[in-house]
C-alpha cells in the first residue's frame, strides 16, 4: 500500500511541483519539511527511475533560491522592526547575530547558513534588512542553493543505491540517514559561524 503510494507519486506530474513548494514554504517555516521532500525524491530518483535526479535537484535549487531571496527582499522593503514578531527579544538576538557574522564573512555566512534551518531565515533576513547589495546576495545565495539541493538529493540517491528493500526502506532510511546527518553538519556549521546559532522563535 505504501509502496504503491510512493510509485504513483514518483510517476506524478505533482511531484516536481509540489517538491517546489515544500522547499519554498521552507525558506520561511522550517516546520516544513523540505529537506525531506528533496532527499525522498531522491531516494525515489534512483529505486523507480522517476523523477530525474537532475530535474529534482534543479527544481530543488531554484525554489531554495526563490524563498531566500523572498526572505532577503523582506528585510530589504520592510525592516527587521515592522511587525511584532519582529521586535521580540529572541527575534531581535537572532538578527543581531547574524549582523556580526555577515559583516565578519558575508559570503560564507550566507553559504554555510543555507544548511542550518534557523540560521537561513535570520541570515537572509538580515542581509536584506542592512542592505547588502543584491548581485553579491544573489550569486552566493545562488552557489549555495545549488550546493544545498545537490547534497540533500544526492544523499538519498546514494542511500536507495546501497540500501535494498525497495522504494520504502530507501525513503525511510535515507530520511532518517539525512535527518542525522543535516543535524551534525548544522552543529559543526554553526561553531564554524563563531558561536551556537541563533536563538530559536
Do not use: H, K
Not at 45 to 53: C, D, F, H, I, K
Not at 118 to 133: D, E, H, Q, S, Y
Amino acid at each position: 500500500m505504501v509502496e504503491d503510494l510512493l510509485i504513483e507519486v514518483a510517476r506524478s506530474a505533482w511531484a516536481l511541483p509540489l517538491l517546489f513548494a515544500l522547499v519554498l514554504g521552507d525558506a520561511f517555516l522550517v516546520v516544513i519539511p523540505g529537506e525531506a521532500a528533496v532527499t525522498a525524491l531522491g531516494a525515489l530518483a534512483v529505486s523507480q527511475g522517476e523523477p530525474p535526479l537532475a530535474a529534482i535537484v534543479l527544481v530543488a535549487a531554484a525554489a531554495a533560491l526563490t524563498g531566500d531571496a523572498v526572505c532577503y527582499l523582506v528585510g530589504r522593503t520592510i525592516g527587521l522592526q515592522r511587525w511584532r514578531w519582529m521586535r521580540a527579544p529572541r527575534a531581535q538576538a537572532a538578527f543581531s547575530w547574524a549582523r556580526v557574522r555577515l559583516e565578519q564573512r558575508a559570503a560564507l555566512v550566507l553559504f554555510t547558513a543555507r544548511f542550518i534551518p534557523f540560521a537561513r531565515i535570520a541570515v537572509n533576513l538580515t542581509a536584506g534588512g542592512t542592505r547588502l547589495p543584491a548581485p553579491r546576495y544573489l550569486a552566493v545565495a545562488g552557489l549555495a542553493a545549488l550546493a544545498w539541493a545537490l547534497y540533500q538529493a544526492l544523499v538519498g540517491a546514494a542511500v536507495a543505491a546501497l540500501v535494498p528493500g525497495g522504494p520504502v526502506v530507501a525513503v525511510v532510511v535515507s530520511v532518517v540517514f539525512a535527518v542525522g546527518l543535516g543535524l551534525a553538519i548544522d552543529a559543526v556549521l554553526a561553531r564554524r559561524l563563531g558561536a551556537a546559532r541563533p536563538p530559536r522563535g
